[in-house]
């Protein structure tokens, strides 16, 4: 990660209420009137099911970490937004409360940036239309962050723990992407707050599936203005970097705004966005 673990503890504290990063304000990067970089053609095909790339297993056959792609492999870089819902909020969004964001998913069209969406089940139950459209686009792919976002390993940032064990809780949320009728999930896992330790790795291990994390936050949850985000984002990014954001309206309301400024300053810097198994399948 971009920053020492005990940096973020006050900033997640708050974020794993509803979601997972960081906050921050500042100048509104939307309100410099700079018009985005036209986006280049995606060459990249999207993997099918059965072709996206994981890694090995870990000792004893755990899950595989993996936090960002080669840094000596071409100036490829990967936005990751998590689609953060936990089990217990449907009476929130039964009273208004958005944990979408389609404006950000049509600015990720609109620019052609291919990404990958870490969903929980929860969300998916709640928009399952939004859902089905994501997973069938060949800009994104759909992965798996968890049925309920509870804590995988405590303590984590005040989530309560995952009841029913983590592999069940993993196989839920792949299931409840099938009901929505999500065309196909790639098999990839983030943790809840990032937290896990080796005893989760190894019961995730039959679930097959390959944890990814980050090494760029973006402080983009609760962030009031884009120009932090961005900011934060075009400082840290490096080539074979996989970036943390959110696509959670009441959560992380700047998002979309900073991807208008990140999006044309990393191509006018000569880098290619492209999906995590795009990353994972360049070694």
């Known amino acids: 990660m971009s920053r020492p673990r ?3 503890a006050p900033i997640l504290a708050l974020l794993c209420a509803t979601a997972c ?53 071409g100036k490829h870089i990967a936005l ?19 944990f979408d964001n389609p404006a950000l998913i ?9 990404a990958t969406l870490f969903m ?20 994104f792919e759909v992965a798996n962050h968890s049925y ?23 196989e839920k949320a792949f299931a409840a992407f099938r009901r929505a009728g999500v065309e196909w999930t790639v098999p990839y896992f983030r943790f809840p707050g990032g937290c896990h330790n080796p005893s989760v790795l190894k019961e995730l291990g039959p679930a097959k599936v390959t944890a990814v994390q980050w090494d760029v ?11 932090p985000v961005a900011d934060e984002v075009l400082a840290k990014a490096r080539p074979g970097s ?8 009441s959560a992380a309301p700047a998002t979309e705004a900073a991807v208008r400024t990140i999006v044309p300053r990393l191509r006018e810097r000569g880098y290619e966005f492209v999906r995590v198994s795009d990353l994972i399948a360049g070694g």
Do not use: N
């Open 120 to 139: 929980t089940g929860r969300w998916a139950e709640q928009y399952p239309d939004q859902a089905r459209s994501i997973g069938a686009d060949p800009l």
């Open 242 to 249: 996989v970036v943390v954001m959110h696509c959670t309206r």
């Open 80 to 98: 990751t937004f998590d689609a953060d819902m936990t089990s217990d909020q449907g009476p929130r969004a039964a009273r208004g409360e958005h």
């Open 217 to 227: 936050i973006s402080g983009d949850a609760f962030a009031k203005r884009p120009g």
């Open 6 to 8: 005990h940096a973020l």
């Open 21 to 73: 990063g960081g906050g921050g304000d500042g100048t509104d990067a939307a309100a410099s009137g700079s018009k985005p970089t036209p986006a280049p053609a995606t060459t990249t095909a999207k993997p099918t099911p059965t072709s996206a790339p994981t890694l090995p297993p870990g000792k004893a056959g755990a899950a595989p970490l993996f936090s960002h792609g080669r840094r000596d492999h």
């Open 148 to 170: 309920s976002h509870h804590a995988f390993a405590t303590p984590c940032y005040g989530l309560p723990p995952v009841k029913g064990g983590a592999r069940a809780d993993v």
């Open 106 to 114: 049509a600015t990720l069209r609109r620019l052609k940036v291919p």
